[in-house]
């Protein structure tokens, strides 16, 4: 076990890879996100609780130094082979494009995923005719829309419930109608609460008109 210069309380278990508190004798779990470890409560020598990174801790101990004297500004990598070193700003300029590319790449299969849920569940309506499957994930779903139309809009709730009943009826009609098909709930549903929309905007006009 090593000490950890600045944080009397704890030790690096080199073997394992894990900092150990003195107090409890057990390691101090680290979460890891999106394949980074996360940051880490330790007690520091003059009882406060310190927010501490572990690749900048890893880096303070291969160099027998302590945490708080590295400067603010370093940004600590773990590179090829597994050493700890202090990044440069093409490595940062990289680390953040890739990082970039691994959410943009996970968000787009997320979507992609959802979509072929929303095909099977359509495709499943069509061929048993069926409606409660369909009508059950929107239903789940009307929050999501209500609350999309009224920012949209800068509506009233009740004006956007509105929609959503005439989207909503519009979406079983159009599933009964064999001589179209329809290939996307989201999409659909926010289409058609636009539409009417529209078609309640004219309504109103003409009825001015009328009055008028």
């Known amino acids: 076990m090593e000490e950890i210069k600045g944080f009397p309380g704890y030790a690096f278990n080199r073997e394992t890879g894990d900092v150990v508190s003195k107090f409890t004798g057990k390691a101090i779990a680290v ?3 999106s394949g980074h470890r996360a940051p880490f409560v330790v007690m520091s020598q003059n009882g406060r609780r310190r927010y501490v990174y572990y690749h900048r801790l890893m880096y ?21 082979i597994g050493d700890y070193v202090i990044a ?22 997320k979507r992609i995923d959802e979509k072929m849920a929303e095909l099977a569940m359509i495709r499943r309506a069509y061929v048993d005719g069926s409606h409660n499957e369909v009508m059950a994930y929107i239903e789940n779903r009307k929050d999501m829309f209500v609350r999309h139309f009224m920012n949209k ?3 009233g709730k009740s004006y956007a419930e509105y929609c959503y009943a ?31 929309r529209l078609k309640m905007k004219a309504e109103c006009k003409l009825n001015r008109l009328l009055i008028g």
């Open 166 to 196: 005439m989207a909503f009826e519009r979406m079983i009609w159009h599933i009964n109608d064999e001589s179209s098909i329809m290939t996307t709930i989201t999409t659909y549903m926010m289409r058609e609460m636009d539409k009417a």
């Open 31 to 33: 979460m890891v996100k």
């Open 88 to 109: 440069d700003a093409s490595m940062c300029s990289q680390i953040m494009r890739k990082r970039q590319s691994d959410k943009k790449k996970a968000e787009r299969f």
């Open 153 to 155: 809009h800068c509506t």
């Open 60 to 80: 303070a101990l291969k160099h027998g130094i302590a945490y708080d004297d590295m400067p603010s500004w370093c940004y600590v990598m773990e590179n090829e």
